[in-house]
């Protein structure tokens, strides 16, 4: 092999014999990423290639772990210019087209993960071989964070595997496995390891397949519906009432994703990218793509680094305990388990743990279908029992019982003895505080709060609770702890309703208070997700149940919290107690289910409103839901429940499901800017309740013109 | 110059717009050019003294390109001296033909014009010229649903039940059967001929008189599966009170696709005396209007409001009312707003029995407005359409 170019990120080699040349990314700084001087430092690579001679073809690998990231986030945050954003994105694209028309097939071996702008680079090659190996994934994650592909994914996707499927990837910002990815056509080839992976594709390059792309030969063309017809057309139209459907019009970028795709997809290549381009530097350079990534990108890797925080390497933590085999501790026990994590699953009902054995199981079995570890081998480290006993050598017990004091106070008593030495004990609580629970317990050093959200499997927050005992030793096995589970953690301080439940409630609350006064059901609903909201308030509290909304609401104000009276109370409390209404566990609630499945508002609410006919007022339902969260988070930051205003946001987005798109509730009101909000907060005050008052820090706030996030550096 | 007035109106029967109807072997062009030139032999007039030709058609696209209404003249023989002009205000285009050309007569630009329109859906697929209205950045900016969820909407803002379309549309086509026995369209039905002068289709073929009321309750309702799919949630993101559309439209309470043609001849008054020609009506007022796209059909209620105001009439003023029945809740929304008697509505059936050649219709409904007037001997009639896009037309016409 003889070394043609040598650069600190990319490598280029020919076996002058074969004529193959292999292009190698070597992760300068650790990781592949679309970097201005990786684009550079490939542009030239590209540039020696295309001055071979004798080139036959040419294979693409990397060096690192994972293969490609895509974009560098941490660069592309720099950039607010859209002119100079859209030459970047033109160099990228340039840089592709000069790989992809070289004049060699070049073939890509995936033995990693290509995501976004990592899969891209790969689309520009003439063929995909992939490793079968759980962490080759590829796919075009983009619009889950707020922007769209803009190296080519909207334009040579379609062309490759047709408008449907590239829809599905594209908008859905699906990541795959290998083996998926060879069934959606996303890559071509699957190999057991790279050097068979190399082997297939020099069998392949030997069969001497065109330099081309299929579209682009004389006698390509692209897999059905031809761009432009009826068909296409219709399939577009699907898509976008799919995105309406699933966002209620709140998330732009799946729409400019789309727009991208229709709309290039008719015209040549070289034109498609021009259009890829323009949506692109429009939707990244939009506050709601700042807003989602910073939140879903910067705050969160802030998290998952575990910054300011206290650090241990090795929790030392091998066996766990969960106790109470309700649906959370069901799923915290295939958590655990499906980590690694030798399990005992506590109950003091054969039958609840029955119940739970057979959720556990379905989910290994369910994970191993998708190339998953084996079902035995998950369900080999779990023990169910109703026994104490078991749970000698016990190194972290999660404790997820009812959400009743004396019980868990009780359930902490009873177990404290068997735990190990050093044990840590932690409360899957959603509310009730950590100080009050540890009462009693041995070592309150060692008990804290680790509030997970349901369904445990796929919420990726967890809430970490300090009680006033608890150590910084406890917090950083914890946190190392939540590391193995995958979790995303934020850390906050005691008081009840911790963080998330706090805003939680009162987004739900003001959902019940809403309907309460006369505004129409149907339009609260719409009008949170339209906003942004996951899910409105009031499905939402038939989730959790009334009746634990009730109860959460009367512990609040037992702990000094808002008084557990008003319209929206009163509201939930005659759906209770006058029509037995308790939640979609019971049938019905504010809605009305038949089969577990929502069937539609109770006609009988608007009955209930103070007001008929019912009001449609989305715009004031925004307002109202949206500042009884964002004061309340304030209030929280304010009372050093939670640490900074990082913390608040990722929470609130991803344990409470507050509109990612406007980047969290702390954001949201940086958006509006202090004035306007004192100014809003002071209206909605008078009008619906001192719950709005604007807290002092805002008003500080907009007299120095201060925000929560100034806009530097993440 | 003086009033603008209707001398007469012929049109096709309406064939099955589906391949393997009645008028599939004819082309669009002939459906039209039959049309031109019966006209011209019943009138006895040199077609030098026409202005212009003027036809809506909707689907310009394939054998509906090219400015079907000028090679349409040419076939039918008319002097090379008369242009033709093509017009697409989708469902309104045979209505909007004959404004067209009153506008052109009021304004002292044309003293005789023919205007009509044509519309092979065998043929020509709706939809298949394609459109920006139907891509996704419409989506986002005001919402474009398929005209079956907007009717399907428009049920459910009205509150207006499955029994109740279905209620009308047996009407319809009870109405229709005995309008086609009692021979009331003898008079302006142009039979459609092959190329040896056989007979491809004389009387229209479309209407359904075993659809009762209980046949009618059996159908699936047409639109509910792509509402489900994410259409509904588009309509909703619109109307946001509007939880779950309910979905009452089906084939059979809704238009039938059709093939056909129509042309009318409209001339200033003093010309068309001096022509000897003697007049039908007078076109009293008119008016296009835009409307909210995502319901769509509510376009008919603002375009009569406005040419009645137009016009200083009132309702009550207006004997007979043909209302396209695109889908039976448009009608039934206008009766109710307007509380016109049902009696004075689609008196000889609607779109639900005959079908809807889109670009036709507007002025196949003209002429059966006419003919309904005679036969009753009243005065005053309006015409109105929905129209795709969340528009509409009305026309008032008084006979002389």
């Known amino acids: 092999m003889d070394a043609i170019l040598r650069g600190a990120e990319v490598r280029l080699d020919v076996d002058r014999d074969e004529g193959v040349a292999t292009l190698t990314l070597d992760g300068a700084r650790g990781v592949n990423a679309l970097r201005t001087s990786f684009v550079t430092a490939l542009d030239a690579a590209v540039q020696a290639l295309r001055g071979l001679q004798g080139l036959t073809g040419v294979l693409l690998e990397s060096a690192v772990q994972p293969w490609c990231v895509g974009a560098d986030l941490d660069e592309l945050w720099q950039v607010r210019d859209p002119a100079r954003l859209r030459e970047e994105v033109a160099a990228l694209q340039r840089m592709l087209r000069a790989l992809e028309t070289c004049g060699a097939p070049v073939v890509a071996l995936l033995d990693g993960a290509a995501l976004g702008g990592g899969y891209e680079l790969a689309l520009a090659c003439h063929r995909r071989v992939a490793v079968d190996r759980r962490d080759v994934r590829v796919g075009l994650p983009e619009v889950a964070l707020g922007v769209i592909p803009g190296g080519g994914g909207t334009q040579r996707l379609p062309r490759l595997v047709g408008l449907q499927t590239a829809l599905e990837v594209i908008l859905g910002a699906r990541v795959v496995s290998a083996s998926e990815a060879l069934a959606l056509g996303l890559v071509d080839e699957l190999a057991p390891d790279l050097p068979a992976a190399r082997a297939s594709a020099r069998a392949w390059l030997a069969t001497k397949p065109s330099p081309q792309q299929p579209w682009e030969r004389a006698s390509g063309g692209v897999p059905p519906p031809v761009p432009g017809s009826a068909e296409a057309r219709d399939l577009a139209l699907g898509a976008a009432a799919r995105i309406v459907k699933r966002t209620a019009g709140a998330l732009r970028a799946p729409q400019l994703a789309l727009n991208a795709v229709v709309e290039g997809g008719r015209l040549d290549l070289d034109d498609g990218l021009a259009v890829e381009a323009a949506w692109f530097v429009r939707q990244v350079t939009s506050s709601e793509a700042r807003a989602m990534l910073r939140t879903l990108w910067f705050h969160k890797r802030a998290a998952e680094r575990h910054e300011g925080l206290p650090h241990v390497d090795d929790a030392g933590v091998r066996r766990v305990a969960v106790v109470g085999a309700g649906m959370m501790g069901a799923g915290l026990a295939y958590l655990a388990a499906s980590r690694g994590f030798q399990v005992v699953l506590k109950d003091v009902s054969e039958a609840a743990l029955a119940k739970a054995g057979a959720h556990v199981t379905a989910r290994a079995e369910a994970r191993a279908a998708k190339g998953g570890e084996a079902a035995t081998a998950v369900l080999d480290r779990l023990t169910t029992t109703v026994d104490a006993k078991a749970l000698a050598g016990t190194d972290l017990v999660i404790e997820a019982v009812f959400e009743d004091l004396e019980l868990k106070r009780g359930v902490a008593r009873e177990l404290s003895p068997f735990l190990a030495e050093g044990a840590l004990w932690t409360s899957n609580s959603s509310a009730l505080p950590i100080g009050d629970q540890a009462e009693g317990f041995p070592r309150p050093e060692r008990f804290l709060g680790l509030h997970f959200f349901s369904p445990v499997e796929a919420m990726p927050l967890v809430e970490v609770i300090r009680g006033p005992a608890t150590s910084d030793q406890a917090v950083a096995r914890a946190l190392a702890f939540c590391r193995v589970l995958g979790k995303v953690p934020i850390v906050v301080h005691d008081g009840f309703g911790f963080y998330t439940t706090r805003v939680f409630a009162a987004y739900i609350l003001e959902g019940a208070t809403l309907v309460a006064e006369g505004h129409d059901p149907a339009v609260v609903e719409w009008a949170a997700r339209a906003a942004g909201m996951a899910v409105g308030p009031l499905q939402v509290f038939d989730e959790v149940s009334l009746t634990l909304g009730e109860h959460v609401l009367a512990e609040r104000a037992r702990y000094g919290g808002a008084g557990a009276e008003g319209p929206g109370v009163r509201l939930v409390q005659r759906l209770l107690h006058e029509h037995d209404r308790k939640g979609r566990a019971h049938g019905r609630g504010f809605y009305d289910y038949a089969d577990g499945k929502r069937r539609g508002l109770w006609p009988g609410l608007t009955a209930l409103g103070a007001v008929t006919p019912p009001r449609r007022d989305a715009h004031h339902v925004t307002e109202r839901l949206l500042y009884a969260q964002a004061v309340e988070a304030v209030r929280a930051l304010d009372e050093g429940v939670v640490r900074r205003p990082q913390d608040a946001d990722l929470g609130a987005v991803l344990g409470v499901g507050f509109a990612p798109n406007v980047g969290g509730p702390l954001a949201w009101l940086d958006a509006r800017g202090a004035t306007r909000a004192v100014a809003d907060l002071e209206r909605l005050a008078a009008t619906a309740g001192p719950r709005y008052t604007p807290p002092r820090r805002l008003r500080e706030m907009a007299a120095e013109a201060t925000c929560f996030f100034p806009e530097e550096a993440p | ?400």
């Open chain 2, 1 to 400: 110059m003086g009033a603008v007035q209707v001398f007469d109106a012929v049109r096709t029967p309406r064939g099955r717009g589906k391949p393997g109807g009645g008028l599939y072997r004819a082309r669009p062009v002939d459906l039209a050019s039959a049309t031109l030139a019966a006209l011209v032999a019943r009138s006895g007039l040199d077609t030098r003294v026409i202005d212009d030709v003027v036809l809506g058609c909707v689907t310009q696209a394939g054998e509906q390109g090219a400015c079907i209404a000028r090679t349409a003249a040419l076939l039918a023989g008319y002097d090379q001296r008369v242009p033709g002009l093509t017009l697409n205000r989708f469902c309104g285009s045979g209505l909007d033909a004959i404004l067209h050309a009153a506008g052109a007569i009021a304004a002292g630009q044309a003293q005789v014009v023919v205007a009509g329109g044509v519309e092979s859906m065998s043929r020509v697929t709706m939809g298949s010229d394609g459109g920006a209205l139907w891509e996704p950045r419409s989506q986002w900016a005001h919402g474009v649903v398929p005209q079956g969820v907007s009717a399907d909407l428009l049920a459910t803002l009205q509150d207006v039940a499955r029994v109740e379309v279905d209620a009308f549309a047996a009407e319809s086509q009870r109405r229709a059967a005995a309008a086609q026995t009692r021979g009331a369209f003898a008079r302006s039905l142009v039979p459609v001929l092959d190329a040896d002068g056989s007979v491809l289709l004389a009387e229209d073929e479309c209407p359904r008189p075993d659809a009762t009321p209980e046949r009618l309750a059996a159908l699936k309702p047409s639109f509910e599966g792509i509402g489900r799919l994410g259409l509904d949630d588009i309509a909703r993101r619109a109307y946001p009170h509007v939880e779950t559309v309910r979905h009452v439209h089906t084939a059979g309470n809704s238009s039938a696709l059709a093939d056909g043609a129509a042309a009318v001849l409209v001339a200033d008054e003093a010309r068309g005396r001096e022509l000897g020609l003697r007049p039908r009506a007078r076109l009293v007022a008119a008016a296009a209007v835009g409307s909210e796209p995502v319901v769509m059909l509510t376009g008919p209620l603002s375009a009569t409001g406005r040419a009645l105001a137009r016009a200083g009439m009132t309702a009550p003023d207006v004997d007979l009312w043909e209302i396209n029945e695109a889908f039976a809740v448009v009608p039934l929304n206008v009766m109710r707003t307007l509380g016109l008697d049902p009696a004075r509505v689609n008196v000889h059936g609607g779109a639900i029995a005959f079908g809807h050649p889109l670009g036709a219709t507007g002025a196949m409904l003209v002429g059966t407005l006419l003919d309904a007037l005679e036969e009753r001997d009243l005065a005053v009639g309006a015409v109105t359409l929905c129209v795709a896009g969340g528009m509409g037309v009305a026309a008032i016409f008084e006979r002389v």
